[in-house]
Nanobody, 121 residues
Framework: QVQLVESGGGLVQAGDSLRLSCQAS????????MAWFRQAPGKEREGVAA????????TYAESVKERFTISRDNAKNMLYLQMNSLKPEDTAVYYC??????????????WGQGTQVIVSS
């Protein structure tokens, strides 16, 4: 497993931007796919975006396409989520997740503690 610590959440207004960060430690970060999930109050956790081990492959939920960008810096063991044009429906706790394999088609074996994002209208 890898230890994951998210940061960068906060309270913003609709239309604003925010960048979430996730610091990884405990194993070779660069070998594993990573992802961002979110969970809104009263809703199930959902996948937001995922990225392969080297960043060559990414995927996004339809609701965030063209607004969010996932990226990683393997030299720094960091995962990022750039969120633009935020909407009130983006309000949720955002979680960083690590996959067991190099691609995001495999199982997840690590979770961060989450960071709260609140978007006011």
């Amino acid at each position: 497993q890898v230890q994951l610590v998210e940061s960068g959440g906060g309270l913003v207004q609709a239309g604003d931007s925010l960048r979430l960060s996730c610091q990884a430690s405990g194993r070779t970060f660069s070998r594993n796919a990573m992802a961002w999930f979110r969970q809104a109050p009263g809703k199930e956790r959902e996948g937001v975006a995922a990225i392969s081990w080297n960043g060559d492959s990414t995927t996004y939920a339809e609701s965030v396409k063209e607004r969010f960008t996932i990226s990683r810096d393997n030299a720094k063991n960091m995962l990022y989520l750039q969120m633009n044009s935020l909407k009130p429906e983006d309000t949720a706790v955002y979680y960083c997740a690590g996959y067991y394999n190099s691609h995001y088609s495999g199982p997840i074996d690590s979770w961060g503690q989450g960071t709260q994002v609140i978007v006011s209208s």
